[in-house]
């Protein structure tokens, strides 16, 4: 079964108001989850790491007033595109890593959510 | 700075065929990890076969092996006898280890398998 799940998944809003994404890690606790932005027919670009009980860590070029990230628990964190636009239009997916090591631990990626802004 | 580059935006096979992904990276790193992920029509993304630089030994997975020549900075994904539900984008990637966050990804290769 999933192991990290994401809701919604396909969500669609008005230019201009805002909208979360929940990302739920299943079967462990993560202390730390990864936010990352798909457009079509691309790759998976990383734009931030959300950290359980302190601040995100956003990876350059991404406004951190517009995408909100909170991690309130060890199983679960939130992406808020605030004052969304059409350029916002996108997937979301994240990323739960099983341990603290990338290069060992099993990488479980969320199903993703579809963000359309009209 | 790490790349990761897929040089074939699509590619197809015949279902019972073998197909062969490219795949090269850069990076001045010496021990770093590379992965295949697959991504099928449902997005959601699937962990395909995984190799450490420091092996010499090519990682294979039932149908799915690679073919890692680290002097090169290449790293091709070969399926054997494709099937319809190897139809997917498959993604490239690379960690030299580190921060959790850094999952470098190649922009992708879409496999169509035809009946």
């Known amino acids: 079964g999933a192991v990290v799940s994401q809701h919604p998944s396909w969500v669609i809003c008005k230019s201009g108001t805002s909208v979360k994404i929940e990302c739920r890690s299943l079967?462990?606790?993560?202390?730390?989850m990864f936010w990352y932005r798909q457009f079509p027919k691309q790759s998976l670009m990383l734009m931030a790491t959300?950290?359980?009980?302190?601040?995100?860590?956003?990876e350059q070029g991404v406004e951190k007033d517009k995408f909100l990230i909170n991690h309130a628990s060890l199983t679960l964190s939130t992406l808020t595109v605030t004052s969304a636009h059409p350029e916002d239009s996108s997937f979301y997916i994240c990323?739960?890593?099983?341990?603290?090591?990338?290069?060992?631990?099993?990488?479980?990626f969320g199903p993703g959510t579809r963000l359309t802004v009209l | 700075a790490q790349t990761v580059t897929q040089s074939q935006p699509e590619m197809s096979v015949q279902e019972a065929e073998t197909v062969t992904l490219s795949c090269t990276y850069d990076?001045?790193?010496?021990?770093?990890?590379l992965f295949w992920y697959k991504q099928p029509p449902s997005r959601q993304m699937i962990l395909v076969i995984r190799?450490?630089?420091?092996?010499?030994q090519n990682a294979t997975e039932n149908r799915f092996s690679v073919n890692f020549q680290k002097a090169a900075k290449s790293f091709s994904l070969k399926i054997s006898d494709s099937q319809l539900g190897d139809t997917a984008m498959y993604f490239c990637?690379?960690?030299?280890?580190?921060?959790?966050?850094?999952?470098?990804f190649g922009k992708g290769t879409k496999l169509s398998v035809k009946p």
């Open positions: 990323r739960v890593g099983q341990g603290a090591l990338i290069s060992t631990d099993t990488q479980y």
């Open positions: 190799q450490e630089a420091y092996k010499q």
């Open positions: 079967d462990f606790q993560a202390t730390t």
């Open positions: 959300s950290n359980e009980g302190s601040k995100a860590t956003y």
């Open positions: 990076t001045s790193e010496n021990n770093y990890y």
């Open positions: 990637a690379f960690t030299y280890g580190g921060s959790q966050g850094n999952l470098i």
